[in-house]
């Protein structure tokens, strides 16, 4: 009886599958270009992020802090880095997206370049996903309540899914530069400074 | 069941060969290539076993053992997928764990099915009915990970990968219905049983023909450096190490 129910849920998870790439067969994906690759982007600041996730911050605050106090100010840092997660991951789509708008067109050395940049992607919204999912986990608990659940420390998000969030990020910034040198100097600059 | 019918999948499949073979396919995904050559092999095989009218036996064999080939490389071809689709990421903790935990859901999925309604077969072949639903099995929830990571990991699905899957999922899941309609209506369920498998390998072929018409670029292999280049690397970090150990005795002095 259980084997049917689950080849039944197998049966429908892959309509559902189905029904979802009839989907994005119909609906197109932008060919972006450089004009419209840098509007879309987020810059990340890197020292930010570093500070968030920093193990010495979280200790220093929860030392100088009484626990409710301490609770807030996690609160609030979370919610800065759940920002600066969402900005990595929509930077890595449109660089993507952008990607492979120009590499699919070019030839000589761009099957390795564009499958680095695929490599660099998949991570970083590997790392976004599961971050996000932690984050919006713990903003949604109520921390320090009863003695239940303590606050966190944020530095326990450097890692998802076993991958470190901001060297991911940085690889994407390096696969993205690689990727578009053929870009002008001032498009480049432009590009790399937006992330 | 009209026999030209009965081969309209061999001759999509000899048509999806040739596409493979035109836009080098069989460089990117050579296990599904394999599944490929090995189903026109399979089906011209079966085709003139069938002609041997006087040796029924043949036909038997040649049907059963190419059934269990088919078992064995569409497995084959799973494993490929997860690598193609997660890249470097598949050798990841996680990304290891995805085809061993969805072979054991398969198999177990169609051990405790084979238990509940076990197959009219004994023997060698109860095995290959039971492994064929297993690999199924493994068809569909691969195809439904795969496709949940489209939207989750932004992935593009234009890609031989997820047409590869699309075809095998689709086939699969008609193919678990109709079996669990054929063990509950019997034997009078054979004839539409029969028509629908050939439809749904049919469709999945022609999906796998859409996707395969155009190439894919490959990743080139990185070049190993030559003798020239090495002596040179060797000399720059002999410099380097040279500068160092200076370096070091300058901060003592």
Same mark, same amino acid.
């Given at each position: ?20 790439? +009839? ?22 600041? =890197?020292?930010?992020? *570093?500070? @968030?996730?920093?193990?010495? $911050?979280?200790?220093? +605050? ?12 996690? @609160? ?12 990595? =991951? ?12 120009? @590499? ?5 050395? !761009? ?6 940049? *695929?490599?660099?992607?998949? !991570? ?23 003695? +239940?659940?303590?606050?966190?420390? +944020? ?12 060297? !991911? ?8 530069? *690689?990727?578009?040198?053929? @870009?002008?100097?001032? $498009?480049? *600059?432009?590009?790399?400074? =937006?992330? | ?5 009965? /081969? ?25 290539? #394999? ?5 026109? #092999? ?10 041997? /009218? ?25 494993? &490929? ?8 990421? #598949? ?20 051990? %405790? ?8 077969? %004994? ?8 492994? &064929? ?6 068809? %569909? ?86 003798? &020239?280049?090495? &002596? ?22």
């Amino acid at each position: 009886m259980l084997s049917i129910i689950f080849v039944w849920l197998l049966i429908a998870a892959n309509a559902v599958c189905y029904i979802y790439l +009839l989907y994005r067969a119909w609906t197109r994906v932008p060919r972006r270009d450089i004009f419209d690759v840098v509007p879309f982007l987020h810059p990340v600041d =890197s020292s930010m992020v *570093e500070s @968030l996730l920093d193990p010495a $911050e979280d200790y220093s +605050l929860r030392w100088r802090l009484n626990r409710r106090a301490f609770r807030e100010a996690q @609160l609030r840092r979370m919610r800065v880095y759940r920002e600066l997660v969402r900005r990595m =991951s929509d930077n890595s789509a449109v660089l993507i997206e952008f990607g492979r708008a120009r @590499l699919s067109s070019s030839d000589t050395s !761009a099957p390795g370049l564009a499958s680095r940049l *695929e490599d660099a992607h998949v !991570a970083v919204q590997l790392y976004s996903t599961l971050a996000r999912i932690r984050l919006s986990v713990w903003l949604s608990l109520p921390l320090d309540r009863f003695g +239940l659940i303590p606050t966190p420390d +944020l530095a326990r998000l450097r890692k998802a899914g076993d991958l470190d969030g901001l060297k !991911a990020y940085e690889e994407l910034k390096a696969a993205a530069a *690689e990727a578009f040198a053929q @870009l002008t100097p001032d $498009e480049l *600059e432009t590009l790399t400074r =937006s992330l | 069941m009209n026999l030209f019918l009965r /081969y309209i999948p061999l001759g999509l499949l000899a048509l999806l060969l040739f596409h493979m073979l035109r836009n080098r396919a069989y460089k990117v995904c050579p296990w599904f290539f #394999a599944y490929v050559v090995f189903g026109v #092999a399979a089906g011209v095989a079966r085709f003139a076993a069938r002609l041997a /009218y006087n040796h029924p036996g043949t036909y038997f064999a040649t049907y059963w053992t190419t059934e269990a080939g088919y078992d064995i490389l569409g497995i084959l071809v799973m494993y &490929e997928l997860i690598r193609m689709v997660l890249g470097s990421m #598949a050798r990841r903790l996680w990304g290891r764990l995805m085809f061993p935990v969805s072979l054991v859901a398969g198999v177990g999925l169609s051990l %405790s099915r084979a238990h509940a309604a076990p197959p009219q077969f %004994s023997g060698i072949r109860y095995y290959i009915v039971v492994g &064929e639903i297993a690999v199924r099995c493994v068809q %569909s929830i691969i195809f439904s990970l795969l496709v949940a990571m489209v939207p989750l990991l932004r992935l593009r699905w234009r890609q031989y990968a997820f047409g590869i899957a699309t075809g095998f999922g689709g086939y699969s899941v008609v193919a678990l219905l109709m079996t669990t309609k054929f063990s509950d209506f019997g034997t009078r369920f054979r004839f539409l049983w029969g028509w629908t498998l050939i439809v749904a390998y049919s469709l999945a072929v022609l999906i796998w023909i859409w996707f395969f018409s155009v190439p894919q670029k490959q990743d080139p292999k990185p070049r190993a450096p030559s003798t &020239e280049e090495l &002596e040179r690397y060797q000399a720059m970090l002999r410099q380097y190490l040279d500068w160092l150990r200076r370096m070091r005795w300058r901060c003592f002095l």
